[in-house]
């Protein structure tokens, strides 16, 4: 049973670029969560998915969105670059009507420069 | 807004200690409590989960508590190896709402 899994594993930008980040959940899950963790903070939430929609959003600019495809994948955007905008992007998977844990993936290291 | 605290934010340990973890957030209205295991530069592994109408959840060495009406909860590592070195992050979640993470406690075990 395949797990969470992001690609690419490391990204390198310059500033003022774009970039498009890919999740596919874990078998099963119908919901997808992205976070952006900074060096030596906790994971800060962007924004979740599910049956295609945005549900909910964090305290993120509309430079960052997102899309979730008809078989849960999703995938994370980002315009305009920014060199605050480095960090490592996690996705987390999870079924939307089950209090149960959210499943990660390894993250997506994104360097701008 | 709820707030969550790791203390502290780093620890080193001998190997053969045991150690606690604490973490405490500022809403007590949550569903679940999470604890995470991340190495340098990966992602997230989920320890143990503890759902409001719990008190704790063991795993091995791991043992995490909850007490939902003070906004607590601890992580006990049994016996600690070198192989537990990694960041320990909590988290808590009220329902289909994302969750809210606490900075991290930096353990390394010294053999």
């Known amino acids: 049973d395949a797990g969470v899994t992001q690609s690419p594993t490391h990204l390198i930008k310059t500033r003022g670029q774009q970039v498009t980040l890919r999740c596919s959940p874990k078998s099963g899950h119908d919901t997808v969560s992205w976070y952006q963790q900074a060096l030596g903070q906790g994971p800060q939430f962007i924004f979740q998915y599910y049956e295609e929609e945005e549900r909910q959003r964090g305290n993120f600019p509309d430079r960052f969105s997102g899309h979730q495809f008809p078989n849960y994948s999703s995938e994370l955007n980002v315009n305009a670059l920014l060199l605050g905008d480095s960090a490592l992007y996690l996705c987390?998977?999870?079924?939307?009507?089950?209090?149960?844990?959210?499943?990660f993936g390894p993250g997506t290291r994104l360097t701008v420069l | 807004k709820q707030e969550v605290t790791q203390i502290p934010a780093a620890l080193s340990v001998p190997e053969g200690e045991n150690l606690v973890l604490n973490c405490s957030f500022t809403d007590s209205a949550i569903y679940n409590l999470q604890w995470f295991r991340q190495d340098p530069g990966k992602g997230l592994t989920s320890l143990l989960l503890?759902?409001?109408?719990?008190r704790e959840q063991t795993s091995g060495r791991l043992n995490a508590s909850l007490d939902k009406s003070s906004g607590r909860s601890t992580l006990y590592i049994a016996a600690s190896q070198p192989g537990d070195s990694a960041t320990y992050l909590c988290a808590v979640s009220p329902f289909r709402t994302p969750l809210v993470f606490g900075k991290g406690t930096r353990l390394s075990v010294i053999a």
């Open positions: 987390a998977s999870s079924f939307y009507l089950v209090r149960d844990t959210q499943y």
């Open positions: 503890i759902q409001s109408s719990q």
